[in-house]
């Protein structure tokens, strides 16, 4: 799932770019925890692997949990970015898209 994340994480780079280049300054900074999770996924591989040689811990399990606290992050920051929209119902939308996206993808790179 390496090629898949750093796929995702260059095409929200340039929805945030292309955000940028229509001066729509509050969307490109409410795009940036949708990176969260793929950025994450991409480092539990080399620390997953570390606590394998170094504890004997089981890299599947080390990437999953790394995974899951990097969902719980994403709602987060999504919950905080939510506040850049003065419109209740942008906010709401927002949040839901932007968490149903959050919880698929982690559950994609979970159980694959």
Do not use: D, W
């Not at 509050?26 to 793929?38: C, D, G, R, V």
């Not at 606590?51 to 992050?73: D, G, P, S, Y």
Request: proline share 3%.
């Amino acid at each position: 799932m390496v090629i898949e994340c750093i796929s995702i994480i260059i095409i929200i780079l340039l929805l945030i770019f292309a955000f940028l280049r229509a001066r729509r300054k509050k969307y490109a900074i409410s795009m940036i925890p949708l990176i969260i999770l793929p950025g994450m996924h991409l480092i539990s591989y080399p620390i997953s692997y570390y606590l394998h040689r170094t504890f004997e811990i089981a890299e599947k399990q080390t990437q999953n949990v790394i995974t899951v606290v990097a969902l719980i992050i994403s709602c987060i920051a999504l919950g905080i970015m939510s506040a850049f929209f003065n419109i209740k119902k942008n906010r709401i939308a927002y949040i839901l898209i932007c968490g149903i996206y959050t919880l698929i993808l982690a559950l994609i790179l979970i159980l694959k």
